[in-house]
């Protein structure tokens, strides 16, 4: 069991991996970090001496081999540097979203039972501190911001430099305890443990091992022929599997250097300075960047405007095609180059995407227009398909055989199979271990032979060869006629109008479907500015009729779209209305990563869900709002219920009789 | 606050307060036949938040520009750091270690923010025209060094976004921030700070009143402020001095001005005879 693999040759942990790279490219850039305006840099050799001091510290502070340690920050050298030391001294990483109010915090925190937690600043101390009663095992916390702590009690509390300090000034008296427990570390030893979001119910630990964290970012680097001067800029939550792969699995396996930005707010303007040539981001950043472009370009001069249209016209006539290798006329490419020169690199560079060589989206569908327009522009967006479960990889789309409305082929070592209810199984050797505290749910999800559920439902397209995603197999419902209803498809095609910026569809066990729709501030508030429709308040502006004419246009616009569909005409918009608030995770109305949660919504929002189904032009409502520092709030509104115009779908409601 | 002494006291948070570093002494200020202060006399220690509070027009900004060395009182004496000071103009009051923020925002709007922070450390940069001119040696280095405590103070504010735009730009708020940054830029022993919640939401209070509290833990900077908001005021400060028509009619800490009678008077109104 404990045997090194020869395919990875002996490189069988993540501090193994860090000892290689400090060895064989040492004055290589490993940590970048923004701070006082220069870019501060860490190459292998410095990392992996703060790795150990920091390991040093932690055995000096009495951390055990097994035991867990909470991990709360946005992404800082510091906290990488956690987790790798974290692994060395034998224990075990715990990643949280660092947004989290304070009760979330505590049901993970007391659910691996974490003695230790390395945290940003006050803020996190505080949240910590304000839960710590009901967590009798957290021991000690580590800051790394010192900031308006001095005047705390410091019997438990360690600044994160003292740390490194004190497991300097022991190096004698530790290292051959720390040399010995890293050796110890086997390909099966655990390697992070990853709380899932949940869209219902409470999160899951998922445990990953070191044999699955290596060996995805193995493949996965060779599938995309990764190097070890790729740059990449680390902004997405460390909390999520994702940032896990690409910051610290993908880099360690390469050797890459991984980037952290300034602060959350400079992070355009460091992505420009950086400049990733791999680059990973969920379709709602792409979105927004692409809304921002817009929004600027109404406002540049008429030349500017005509030249950027004329040439975003023969960029997705072509441009694709050029990307993908495809024959393209000399004239058509003479015309491109040409635009490329002018349009597309200034752009790409301004939107820090000039050197992007291999680009990700993934989480959720992305809309085509948005996918192509990257695309065109010649970056090598792909879309990939995974989840925690699998620690991350389960189909990719290789270079060449992009498109937007298919996730691509299995990933290296990973098999698929479409069960008989159309739910997608898979299996690999980054298939997870357990869930951590939680045998039931493991039993449910992976069966003895290794199979994973992904509780979505999809199906391989014939000829390409390419899984097709459809939506989350328990969210596809009956309506009352008994035809298939798929809200996220519906949910889908609504948010890529740039002005929707969420929807939930209603349908299941019903005659006929009706949204809530929430509206994007950007977008909107950028039309209204044009339009001279003057409002103080998302909520004002949201239950302006002329937003709720616009947004009526696009809802009928789907539903035409829908009707062509034989599969889902009937699930057209009758009514919708505008929401009065953004739903949010602080209110429970999402998962941190924004995903909705459809029993939450309908549950809160029961009494508008009523007034879908019963013909009201209008309803009063009155709505709990949590603020981010955790306080309570309410907000009232009336709300306008619209009916929207649908297609006729005789033929179809006849076929299914 | 019965435990104060000569050399200081211990505030209720834990805070060791220092001896009195600027006393003003009957202090009467005149513009003409108008007494805008009236023989008032208080100390600032070292290392506590002090608010000036009044109602309008009770002298309190004329109090700050006396500090600040802008006015020149009548009557009255201050003293700074055990010594009488003689009459100054206000930027040798700056070279003592004094810095001010504005009621009235007073940046360079067409610069940006980087620049205006900068300007902060104009007593600390004192190379020659000539290196200035050709940015060697001497203007260099100190440009470095400078720029690395600006730098930090800019982390410290959490204003890095907007490190290069031009203040004209900004929301008031920000605005606000900046000036406090190149106030701080200057490393004074005493930051003067007039109403620096003027015109702001809770929210952007909230954020300044944190500010103003970590500066003040931990540069250990001692901060005398005029503020309008009471409870602001009450939240912030260690000590409170009220004001009302050019006379001091209240000092202690807010729990004591708060009962006071003369005080609440002033702010609620009772009948003038």
Redesign the interface.
Known sequence: MAQPSQATDGMDSVPALLQRNATRFGDKPAYREK????WQCWTWAEAEKEIEALALGLINLGVNEGDFIAIIGRNRPHFYWSMVAAQSVGAIPVPLYQDAAADEMAYVMDHCGARFAIVQDQEQVDKLIEVQEGLHQLEHMIYVDP??L??YDHHKLHRFIDIQEQGRAAHYEWIEDLKARREKLTYDSVCVMLYTSGTTGKPKGVVLSNRNIIEASKSSSEFDKLTRDEEVLAYLPMAWVGDFIFSIGQAYWCGFCVNCP??P??MQ?DLREIGPTYYFAPPRVFETQLTNVMIRMEDAGRLKKWLFDRFMAHARRVGPAILDGKPVSGMDRLKYTLGNLFIYGPLKDTLGLGRVRVGYTAGEAIGPEIFDFYRSLGINLKQLYGQTEASVFITLQPDGEVRSDTVGVPAPGVEIRISDTGEVFYRGPGTFEYYYKNDESTKKTKDSEGWVATGDAGFFEDGSGHLRIIDRAKDVGKMADGQMFAPKYVENKLKFYPNILEAVVFGHQREQCSAFINIDLTAVGNWAERNNIGYASYQELAGNPRVLDMIQSHVEEVNRSLADDPMLSHCQVHRFLVLHKELDADDGEMTRTRKVRRGVISEKFEDLLGALYDGSSEIYTTTEVTYEDGRKGAISATLQIRDAAVVPVETAKVAAE | MNDMTPDGYTTE???KIGAVVMEMRNITLRFGGVVAIQDISFDIREGEIRAIIGPNGAGKSSMLNVISGFYHPQEGEVWYKGAKRPTMKPYEVAQQGIARTFQNIALFEGMTVLDNVMTGRIRQMNAGLLSQAIWKGKAEREEVEN??VV??I???L?I??I?KTPVGRLPYGLKKRVELARALAAEPSILLLDEPMAGMNVEEKEDMS?FI??VN??FGTTIALIEHDMGVVMDLSDRVVVMDYGKKIGDGSPDEVRQNQAVIDAYLGVAHD
Not at chain 1, 35 to 38: A, D, L, R, V, W
């Open positions: 701070e006082y305006g220069i900031r308006g001095r005047k300034e602060s707010e400079t303007t | 948070d834990g805070r720029r690395e730098e930090k800019i982390d410290f959490e890095q976004h490190r944190r509290l970590d833990d931990e």
